[in-house]
């Protein structure tokens, strides 16, 4: 499986169709466990695009927990997801151990000081030299920002 979108995956966790259900807009919470599970499933994954599923802190938490398990990741795509300071500071964590990552778009969360530091430190990192993003760190008065830049 070289792609995976939510619909796709719940019905893959289902064992059901092809056809993407939708998941209510208050299951966040419980969409990390299944996204655990199915990361889990799918060792050689290496597209992950979860734009615009309400992930939240919860989410991205999850998603953090498991991409060091993910050898063969090259995009993922968290656009849009509601993510705070707690989850982009997880993520920007496991963001050096996943090698093969390549692709990161994460614009159209909320970034505060705390997140901006957090990416800033790990975007730097020679692990992540090669990775091509949509943020781009830059710090006025002392204080981390990100900017929207084009892949």
């Known amino acids: 499986m070289r792609s995976l979108a939510r619909g796709m995956a ?3 966790l289902r064992g059901g169709s092809q056809r ?4 209510p807009a208050s299951s966040s919470s419980d969409f990390g466990p299944t996204l655990e599970r199915l990361v889990s499933l799918c060792p050689r994954l290496q597209r992950l695009n979860l734009a615009s599923n309400a992930l939240g802190n919860d989410g991205a938490l999850a998603l953090a927990r498991c991409l060091p398990a993910c050898a063969c990741l090259q995009e993922l795509d968290l656009r ?12 920007a964590g496991a ?15 909320h970034f505060g000081p705390g997140a901006c530091r957090a990416l800033a430190e790990a ?4 692990a992540l030299a090669r990775l091509r993003t949509d943020v781009r760190p830059y ?3 002392g204080e981390h920002c990100l900017a929207l830049q084009e892949v």
């Open 10 to 12: 719940v019905a893959a």
């Open 20 to 23: 993407p259900a939708q998941a």
């Open 80 to 91: 849009g997801n509601g993510i705070g300071d707690v989850g982009l500071a997880a993520l």
């Open 95 to 109: 963001l050096p151990l996943v090698h093969t990552l390549e692709v990161l778009t994460i614009w159209g969360n």
């Open 123 to 126: 975007l730097a990192q020679p």
């Open 139 to 141: 710090v006025v008065d």
